[in-house]
């Protein structure tokens, strides 16, 4: 079952805040959150497991509630260098290596 | 040096041929991955393999084959090859279940 990300797009002014929303109508084990540049592979951003945990990657950072089954990416004071999509992937059940990816929420930073 | 490494980057081809992708990984990861991703950039798991063992085998034409001679290599054969085909296939590997790291993409047109 495919997450669902929200919003689709956005577009922030240098230094704005933003939050992406994944939300999934299965119970989930873990969340990993990717960034895509333009023409580039997805690169890791971070993982968060059952449990709630809070995690941050520089001024990045994701929360996840596994009662909702739903995970936040924060990013705060946005740079030039934010922009790209970002793509929420979740896992039903520990041991489980199946990564389903949401559609992608694109994120434009501009001065 | 390429963490995750995919030949060839590009690859233009007639319908009805047959081509191949391979990819490897220097990361000593024990999981492999292929995926696909459309115009629309929706990221799609199509196989995966642990320990050259398959164990995520999505419902892809049977034209697509994966191999995977050990845990470093990870191959896609693709026999008669169609329009809808065309797309950037991505490599990705992982320690178990944990964060992927993908390779730099295979854009595939077929004409």
């Known amino acids: 079952q495919q997450p669902v990300q929200s919003p689709q797009a956005v577009i922030l002014r240098e230094g704005e805040d933003a939050v992406i929303n994944c939300s999934s109508s299965?119970?989930?084990?873990?969340v990993h959150w990717y960034r895509q540049k333009h023409g580039e592979a997805p690169v890791f951003l971070m993982i968060?497991?059952?449990?709630?945990e809070q995690k941050g990657h520089e001024k990045i950072s994701a929360s996840f509630n596994e009662k909702k089954q739903q995970s936040s990416l924060y990013l705060t004071a946005s740079q030039l260098s934010y922009s790209g999509t970002y793509f929420c992937?979740?896992?039903?059940?520990?041991?489980?290596?199946?990564?389903?990816f949401g559609k992608g929420t694109k994120l434009s930073v501009i001065p | 040096d390429t963490a995750v490494s995919q030949t060839p980057k590009y690859l233009v081809t007639q319908m009805g041929n047959d081509k191949s992708i391979k990819c490897e990984q220097n990361?000593?990861?024990?999981?492999m991955y292929w995926y696909k991703q459309d115009s629309k950039k929706f990221l799609k798991i199509m196989f995966s393999?642990?320990?050259?063992?398959?164990?995520i085998n999505e419902t892809v034409p049977n034209r697509f084959s994966p191999k995977s001679p050990d845990k470093a290599h990870l191959n896609l054969h693709i026999n008669s090859l169609e329009l809808g085909d065309s797309a950037v296939y991505f490599c990705?590997?992982?320690?178990?279940?944990?964060?992927?790291?993908f390779g730099a993409g295979t854009r595939l047109s077929v004409l």
């Open positions: 393999y642990n320990n050259k063992e398959l164990i």
């Open positions: 992937g979740t896992v039903p059940g520990a041991g489980s290596y199946q990564l389903t």
């Open positions: 968060l497991l059952k449990g709630g």
């Open positions: 990705a590997s992982s320690l178990s279940g944990r964060a992927q790291y």
């Open positions: 299965k119970a989930l084990y873990s």
């Open positions: 990361l000593g990861h024990d999981t």
